[in-house]
């Protein structure tokens, strides 16, 4: 994982203590966030991804996550490693923490979620434990995530709720990719295909399907903004389309919008969608028998989706997240993707 040089440990305690105090003298703790006050954390984290160096690629089968911004249309290496594949990020509602997870050599029992939490004013990359595809509690101080079979002796695989300080670790009885619900009291679980999307209740694990008439889930669903509506790929009998489904009724979610039918005006496989009601802009990435690329839907614009400059075709685009202010995307993608970045403009 690339490195900033750091201070010494005494150093760091003291600036993560002075900005503590800091943000709780102006902010209560039971205060939500001004948008531009989440911006700012977004950009101090971003901040911090531009003061790495990326690391020399020697991994055929490297998997490393990207960072576009949406504004300048610049993409730039956001994490890498020579020895680990890099999956899933996420990036905390309150914009100071991206989580994500890291496996050695395709060992998936040995895979560890790895965190960026900018709270610190020399922030770097570190170890959270065992676990894959993590999310936050949008309080910022519980993680969801997937254990994989025999990552930890007579530890049930499946997903789980821990403490971010490590003290407090509870299965949820369900498997599959979890994210946390904007109000922070429910768990969505996609199983595997995606078929089946499941609200799990944080407190007392009850579990309850998703049911939409006349409508098939098939993508790992993406909340929007703070609200309980979702973005996802949803099949009928007659088509496929990227749409937005409200979900506070789970036996009875409605569908709210359809951003783009599948086929209309571009035919490609879609993967990932997410959305910002703030920029209006849905972002996704598209497969056909050339690769992935990066396709933009745009409320403003008319027409099918449009491919981003420098962002495929490549053997693997996917796994995407969005900034909470919606003006960065984190993807992960194959090592052919940096030959494309040298494309772009100075």
Same mark, same amino acid.
């Given at each position: 994982?690339?490195?900033?040089?750091?201070?010494?440990?005494?150093?760091?305690?003291?600036?993560?203590? =002075?900005?503590?105090? /800091?943000? %709780?003298?102006?902010?209560?703790?039971?205060?939500?966030? %001004?948008?531009?006050?989440?911006?700012?954390?977004?950009?101090?984290?971003?901040?911090? *991804?531009?003061?790495?160096?990326?690391?020399?690629? !020697?991994?055929?089968?490297?998997?490393? *996550?990207?960072?576009?911004?949406?504004?300048?249309?610049? #993409?730039?290496? =956001?994490?890498?490693?020579?020895?680990?594949?890099?999956?899933?990020?996420?990036?905390? /509602?309150?914009?100071?923490? *991206?989580?994500?997870?890291?496996?050695?050599?395709?060992?998936?029992?040995?895979?560890?979620?790895?965190?960026?939490?900018?709270? =610190?004013?020399? =922030?770097?990359?570190? !170890?959270? $434990?065992?676990?894959?595809?993590?999310? @936050?509690?949008?309080?910022?101080?519980?993680?969801?995530?997937? &254990?994989?079979?025999? /990552?930890?002796?007579?530890?049930?695989?499946?997903?789980?709720?821990?403490?971010?300080n490590g003290e407090e670790l509870l299965p949820l009885g @369900?498997?599959?990719?979890?994210?946390?619900?904007?109000?922070?009291?429910?768990?969505?679980?996609?199983?595997?295909?995606?078929?089946?999307?499941?609200?799990?209740?944080v407190a007392t694990s009850e579990q309850v399907e998703l049911?939409?008439?006349?409508?098939?889930?098939?993508?790992?669903?993406?909340?929007?903004?703070?609200?309980? %509506?979702?973005?996802? &790929?949803? !099949?009928?009998? %007659?088509?496929?389309? #990227?749409?937005? @489904?409200? !979900?506070?009724?789970?036996?009875?979610?409605? &569908?709210?919008?359809?951003?783009?039918?599948?086929?209309?005006?571009?035919?490609?496989?879609?993967?990932?969608?997410?959305?910002?009601?703030?920029? $209006?802009?849905?972002?996704?990435?598209?497969?056909?028998?050339?690769?992935?690329?990066?396709?933009?839907?745009?409320?403003?614009?008319?027409?099918?989706?449009?491919? #981003?400059?420098?962002?495929?075709?490549?053997?693997y685009l996917d796994e995407l997240a969005m900034s909470p202010?919606?003006?960065?995307?984190?993807?992960?993608?194959?090592?052919?993707?940096?030959? &494309?970045?040298?494309?772009?403009?100075?």
């Amino acid at each position: 994982m690339k490195r900033r040089r750091s201070p010494p440990p005494s150093l760091c305690l003291v600036c993560a203590i =002075a900005i503590i105090l /800091a943000v %709780t003298s102006s902010v209560r703790a039971d205060e939500p966030l %001004t948008q531009e006050q989440v911006s700012q954390n977004v950009a101090n984290v971003v901040e911090r *991804i531009r003061s790495f160096e990326p690391v020399e690629q !020697v991994n055929d089968n490297q998997m490393d *996550i990207y960072l576009l911004d949406l504004e300048s249309g610049n #993409i730039e290496v =956001a994490f890498d490693d020579p020895n680990l594949e890099l999956g899933t990020p996420f990036w905390s /509602a309150d914009g100071l923490k *991206i989580m994500f997870d890291a496996t050695p050599g395709r060992k998936w029992n040995q895979t560890q979620m790895m965190m960026l939490d900018a709270t =610190a004013d020399d =922030a770097d990359v570190t !170890v959270v $434990g065992f676990g894959n595809c993590p999310t @936050i509690s949008p309080n910022g101080k519980q993680v969801s995530y997937r &254990l994989n079979r025999d /990552a930890l002796p007579g530890t049930e695989p499946g997903v789980w709720v821990q403490d971010l300080n490590g003290e407090e670790l509870l299965p949820l009885g @369900i498997i599959g990719y979890p994210r946390w619900s904007p109000d922070g009291d429910k768990i969505l679980v996609s199983g595997y295909g995606f078929s089946q999307l499941t609200l799990v209740d944080v407190a007392t694990s009850e579990q309850v399907e998703l049911k939409l008439d006349g409508l098939e889930f098939r993508s790992n669903p993406y909340w929007v903004d703070g609200s309980s %509506t979702i973005i996802g &790929l949803f !099949v009928s009998q %007659t088509d496929a389309k #990227i749409a937005l @489904i409200e !979900v506070s009724q789970p036996d009875r979610c409605r &569908l709210e919008r359809v951003l783009w039918t599948q086929g209309d005006g571009l035919n490609v496989s879609i993967c990932s969608p997410v959305y910002s009601s703030f920029t $209006g802009k849905c972002i996704f990435s598209g497969r056909t028998d050339n690769g992935y690329q990066l396709y933009i839907l745009d409320d403003k614009q008319e027409g099918p989706p449009q491919a #981003i400059n420098h962002c495929g075709p490549v053997s693997y685009l996917d796994e995407l997240a969005m900034s909470p202010d919606g003006r960065y995307i984190l993807f992960c993608s194959s090592k052919e993707i940096r030959e &494309l970045l040298k494309k772009q403009p100075d």
